[in-house]
């Protein structure tokens, strides 16, 4: 009998997992890990009751439950990533960081130690092997894939991973956790980065970098209001910018535009169909290919910019194994510096990179 290690996190997700792989005849353990210490157990960071929950489904289930401490390599891979890219003007995920260093990686080596055959979370993704390796898919529920956070992994990891929901609809999860009687079966899902949780986010990033106050100005170069430090503003924000709700001549909504670190300025537009808002080329860089190698430029790609947003048609200027140029027949709302770019071939997620610069066309040509 084979045995799969699971992340379990005190979620639905996660408890319908172990369930289903102890069904299909699995030597099954679960694995609560703690990764963030910092005020701990407060209202926004509430990892001592997610252990209770996971407890509580694994004893249903009928199967052990650990838990491991991570904080001290959370910490040195990813949250101190977070706060490099924040300082630089750049907007980063941590939880594509997390999945690639910590549960993919220090949580693999930590249940291969334990004997485990393989390791097991309660993502929205699929693995499939072919005659040239390990292929990521997308979720089959399109509304909860969750491969964008997971194009970082390699054939090894990959090789090791299982994702028992991956096939199946969030409300059909929900539906089986209620049948079984899993006390989390209605419980809210997680939102936002894992170290952060509902807590605001300015509040806590406060904690961590210093403001640098400076102008807020529109397109046409006037003055409209101060900030509070670029590293507090993402591109394509709206709500938030401290520009007291005007909306001036055409009545529109206020978006972030640009940050210009030199001048210490950020630039605001209105309208969510403003041309600044709006990008045909970027660089992406410290790429990640799932085969090991990147596709090739005649190679028909769809991309992602950022998790939420539809997959856009791209075409590849230069793929290298560390580095991506693309360019976008129809351009991409506020792409991000910080945030990752994503290649597709239909269901298949090929890896990505981390948007570095902004171009135009021209430039990329």
Request: proline share 5%; with cysteine.
């Amino acid at each position: 009998m084979k045995t799969v290690v699971i992340g379990m996190s005190g979620g639905v997700d996660s408890a319908v997992s172990a369930y289903l792989l102890k069904k299909a005849g699995f030597e099954v353990i679960g694995l609560f890990m703690k990764n963030w210490e910092d005020d701990d157990d407060t209202e926004y960071c509430s990892s001592r009751q997610d252990f209770l929950d996971a407890a509580s489904a694994a004893d249903v289930i009928g199967i052990d439950l650990e838990a491991v401490n991570f904080a001290k390599e959370y910490k040195e891979r990813v949250f101190a990533d977070f706060l490099r890219e924040y300082s630089a003007g750049r907007t980063p995920n941590p939880d594509v960081l997390c999945n690639a260093e910590i549960k993919f990686n220090a949580f693999l080596d930590h249940a291969m130690a334990m004997g485990a055959d393989h390791i097991a979370t309660g993502h929205y993704a699929r693995v499939r092997e072919t005659d040239h390796g390990f292929e990521l898919l997308r979720g089959t529920d399109p509304a909860k894939d969750q491969s964008y956070f997971l194009h970082r992994l390699n054939q090894s990891q990959l090789s090791k991973a299982v994702f028992p929901v991956g096939g199946m609809n969030k409300t059909d999860v929900r539906a089986l956790a209620r049948e079984l009687g899993l006390p989390v079966a209605n419980k809210k899902d997680s939102t936002g980065i894992c170290f952060i949780g509902e807590r605001p986010f300015r509040e806590f990033l406060n904690r961590y970098l210093p403001t640098h106050p400076g102008p807020i100005k529109r397109d046409d170069g006037k003055v409209i209001g101060e900030h509070m430090g670029l590293s507090f503003y993402t591109l394509g924000q709206r709500k938030g910018i401290g520009i007291g709700g005007s909306r001036e001549g055409s009545g529109k909504p206020w978006f972030v535009a640009r940050k210009d670190l030199k001048t210490n300025t950020l630039w605001v537009v209105q309208g969510h169909d403003h041309p600044w808002l709006k990008t045909d080329a970027l660089r992406a860089v410290h790429a990640s290919w799932v085969a090991g190698t990147p596709p090739k430029p005649e190679d028909a790609v769809t991309v992602k910019t950022r998790y939420r947003a539809p997959d856009g048609s791209c075409r590849i200027v230069a793929a290298a194994s560390d580095a991506i140029d693309l360019i976008f027949p129809e351009p991409q709302w506020a792409a991000t510096p910080g945030q990752s770019a994503v290649l597709y071939q239909g269901e298949v997620c090929l890896g990505g990179g981390f948007i570095d610069v902004i171009k135009t066309e021209e430039k990329l040509s």
